[in-house]
């Protein structure tokens, strides 16, 4: 029994030097190396601030941007969260329908799984157009700018056929201000 | 569904059908190459052996083997225990994270020791980056490769001429940890950084956005975890969230990968056992077995998922899912996670229509045979299959044998506690939970709903999943322990009878096929196999469905809600 106990405990000892300290660090070593802005949460810059990760929806409360889905943590990323309603809740009924009456389409009547989901689909961005439209004053070649910056926006199913095609709302925005200014 | 969907489930299914006799056959070379064939690795591993005390020569009996499985546990649940309660005094802590409350911390030590990973804590918020590393990804490599020892005691067991030994745990730990799952985690935590996983130990960054709201972006070692979470199907997140996350799973590329990830190793340890038996045959019995169970179930999901909530007024509800993955990444994967004892999530299941969330909670039930976890899946599946034999044996009076081996009174005593305690832990503990008012108060949703939260829970700690419907506030002291208890009682009442069936069978001696032998790798098998494992789980768990998820679906329908 003694002998098992003093097995088990250098075993143990042993295998979490290898992958609970080695593994981690030279992972982190090669990842730093190869794809340094990637390990380190795909960061935006503006101006030398850091504006967002380009992996996570933040709020916004201005007419002139878009948004991102909603989110039932708030976009608080420490830690985030989701509805966790259920398909007969009450509650989710109400916010759905408070949704639609705010003018909300498609995804954007519902929460996301992370509350940080940093993508809508292209109908749940030119459905936010004629709010932005009528924020900014914009006019109708103006209209049809923005409307061109949606498209090109567009991100296309990974490998042809994985996932769904959607749209990055912070790339987007960021496209947007640098057009038409914040 | 469009034409995408339906093409990637089939590239999928025809990687899994491809890919895990070839790898099955690699890992069973890398068990059984003796000692001095390891060639380059022999050094490395002799001096690993000599670290740690080991004769790799020694052979455990069935009793032996357990002792040592038991004893390596129950250190790693101390010192992952210890590693939670104290953080704040440990280094590697950049974001100031206090000591882990002591019942979470019993809840998540018995989570990752037993493979469930069952998560009542957020770890952004909650674990320090050494707590992350150094504990709960140490747990995420041995507790898998518990499990594929296990399932090689028990493979030679049945297959071996008449002898004692099982092998010799110490050895079959290290193998699968060294040489199988930290190669295929390396190379998958570096694929998966590409895609955006965070991997670093810098503290959270601090952005202002475009609108002049400022954000913490968390970081940390995730992707090293992420890596080895889905090969060793473990599915513990780092983040709350989990694979929802997307720092965690950034791309439907990301999302794909460890979709087969989560599957590879439970599927390829089938045809391991294939090199056991010598029989290719009698994999694929069991992998078309599985399979046939795999897909109907994600059939199902998927019809139900794309049919109208009429409570909603919505198809295809988007509720608790991200919007790079869609619905039918989110359906497939809570099918492959709860077929694969994986508790990773990347949409929230408990939002999910009332069929697909039941789904998912039948597949845990049935003792995730369905692949399952890496290890149990196979041998809970054998299970089933000596209960089947025995069975048919009933059926046409004859002695029932397994591979030339006879099935007595002893083994079929261990295959009915293997299955009944599970059961009887989950339906237990979910019965009392229904009316203890300190277990309702956790409750966030109404109605049926409400029911399946705990049933879920419940069936989630007692088939080692670890995937949640998460409305449920389960970090009470409460649920941390009722949880924590169903938990070891699932991972180890069936360990346990496992290994006992290992060394009973072992002993026997093999006797050659006759006329009227039972054969076990016909269609008619098959069959038999997947009607034993519908009818045990259906006759267990029907009743508590029915009044969860099945008149949920009925009330939702007539667009009731609560």
New interface residues.
């Given amino acids: 029994m003694i002998k098992i106990v003093v097995q088990s405990l250098r075993t143990f000892l042993a295998l979490s030097l290898i992958v609970g300290l080695l593994y981690p660090l030279s992972v982190t070593l090669i990842g730093q190396t190869l794809w340094s802005h990637q390990a380190n949460g795909s960061l935006v810059e503006r101006n030398q601030k850091i504006v967002g990760s380009e992996l996570l929806a933040q709020k916004s409360e201005s007419m002139r941007l878009f948004w991102p889905r909603p989110s039932a943590s708030d976009y608080g990323s420490i830690p985030s969260g989701a509805s966790n309603q259920g398909p007969t809740s009450e509650a989710l009924k109400a916010s759905v329908q408070e949704r639609k009456a705010k003018g909300f389409a498609n995804e954007m009547l519902f929460a996301s799984g992370s509350g940080l989901d940093p993508h809508i689909t292209k109908d749940a961005a030119i459905s936010q157009l004629p709010r932005i439209v009528q924020a900014r004053n914009m006019n109708d070649n103006q209209k049809t700018a923005l409307e061109e910056i949606i498209k090109s926006s567009i991100e296309k199913r990974d490998l042809g056929f994985l996932g769904e095609e959607r749209i990055n709302v912070l790339r987007l925005n960021l496209k947007l201000v640098d057009v038409f200014g914040r | 569904m469009n034409g995408?969907d339906f093409?990637?489930i089939f590239?999928t299914l025809l990687i899994l059908v491809v890919a895990s006799p070839l790898i099955g056959k690699w890992m069973f070379r890398i068990f059984e190459i003796s000692n001095s064939e390891t060639g380059l690795t022999h050094k490395f591993e002799s001096a690993?052996y000599r670290?740690?005390?080991?004769d790799p020569k020694e052979e455990m009996d069935w009793k032996h083997y357990s002792?040592?499985v038991l004893?390596?546990n129950?250190?790693?649940f101390v010192?992952l225990f210890l590693i939670q309660i104290l953080q704040s005094k440990l280094p590697l802590n950049p974001q100031g994270l206090a000591d882990v409350s002591w019942h979470s911390a019993f809840n998540s030590a018995i989570s990752f020791m037993t493979n469930t990973n069952w998560q009542g804590y957020?770890?952004?918020?909650t674990m320090s980056y050494l707590t992350q590393?150094?504990?709960l990804?140490?747990q995420n490599?041995?507790s898998a490769a518990t499990g594929i020892g296990v399932v090689l005691a028990l493979c030679r067991g049945l297959t071996q001429k008449s002898s004692r030994s099982l092998g010799n745990f110490?050895k079959d730990?290290?193998r699968s940890?060294?040489f199988i799952?930290?190669p295929l985690?390396?190379v998958f935590?570096?694929v998966l950084?590409?895609?955006?996983?965070?991997?670093?130990?810098?503290s959270?960054?601090?952005?202002?956005?475009?609108?002049g709201?400022s954000?913490?972006?968390?970081?940390g070692?995730a992707?090293?975890?992420i890596a080895?979470k889905q090969l060793g199907t473990n599915g513990g997140g780092f983040?709350?969230?989990n694979s929802?996350?997307?720092?965690e799973n950034?791309?439907?590329?990301s999302?794909?990968m460890q979709l087969i990830a989560i599957l590879l190793l439970p599927a390829s340890l089938v045809f391991t056992f294939g090199e056991y038996a010598k029989s290719r045959r009698q994999a694929w019995a069991i992998f078309i077995a599985m399979g046939t169970m795999l897909v109907v179930g994600l059939s199902a999901s998927l019809v139900a998922e794309y049919s109208a909530?009429p409570?909603?007024?919505?198809a295809a509800?988007?509720?608790?899912?991200?919007?790079?993955?869609?619905v039918t990444?989110?359906v497939i994967w809570s099918v492959f996670t709860s077929a694969a004892s994986n508790g990773s999530?990347?949409?929230?299941h408990?939002?999910?229509?009332?069929i697909s969330?039941g789904i998912a909670m039948f597949n845990i039930m049935l003792g995730e045979v369905i692949f399952g976890g890496v290890g149990a899946g196979l041998y809970g599946m054998f299970l089933f299959v000596l209960l089947t034999v025995f069975l048919s044996g009933l059926m046409v009076g004859r002695t029932p044998e397994y591979l030339g081996k006879k099935i007595e009174a002893l083994e079929i005593k261990m295959v009915i506690l293997g299955v009944i305690i599970p059961s009887a832990a989950i339906l237990i503990g979910a019965g009392l939970s229904s009316v203890l008012p300190v277990a309702l108060s956790s409750l966030?949703?109404?109605?049926?709903?409400g029911l399946?939260e705990i049933l879920y829970a419940f069936a989630s700690a007692g088939g080692n999943n670890g995937s949640a419907?998460?409305?449920l506030n389960a970090n009470t002291v409460y649920y941390n322990l009722a949880l924590g208890v169903v938990m070891l009682i699932g991972r180890f009442g069936v360990i346990l009878p496992v290994l006992a069936i290992a060394g009973s069978m072992s002993l026997k001696k093999q006797t050659p096929k006759g006329p009227g032998t039972f054969v076990t790798d016909s269609p008619l098998f098959v069959v038999l196999l997947i009607g034993v494992v519908i009818v045990v789980g259906g006759l267990t768990f029907l009743p508590a469905l029915s009044l969860g998820p099945i008149i949920?679906h009925f009330?939702?329908s007539l667009g009731?809600?609560?």
Avoid at chain 2, 311 to 314: A, E, K, P, R, T
């Fill in positions: 995408y093409f990637q590239i690993f670290v740690a005390g080991i002792l040592a004893v390596f129950f250190i790693g010192f957020s770890g952004e918020s590393v150094l504990g990804t140490v490599f041995v110490w730990l290290t940890t060294l799952l930290l985690s390396f935590a570096l950084i590409s895609q955006g996983v965070v991997q670093n130990f810098s959270y960054s601090q952005a202002v956005g475009l609108d709201i954000q913490v972006i968390p970081q070692p992707a090293s975890q080895i983040f709350g969230v929802a996350h997307p720092l950034p791309t439907p590329l999302n794909w909530n409570v909603l007024g919505h509800v988007m509720e608790g899912k991200e919007t790079r993955l869609g990444n989110s999530v990347n949409s929230m408990s939002s999910l229509s009332p969330g966030s949703n109404k109605g049926p709903h399946s419907f998460a409305g949920e009330l939702m009731r809600s609560f």
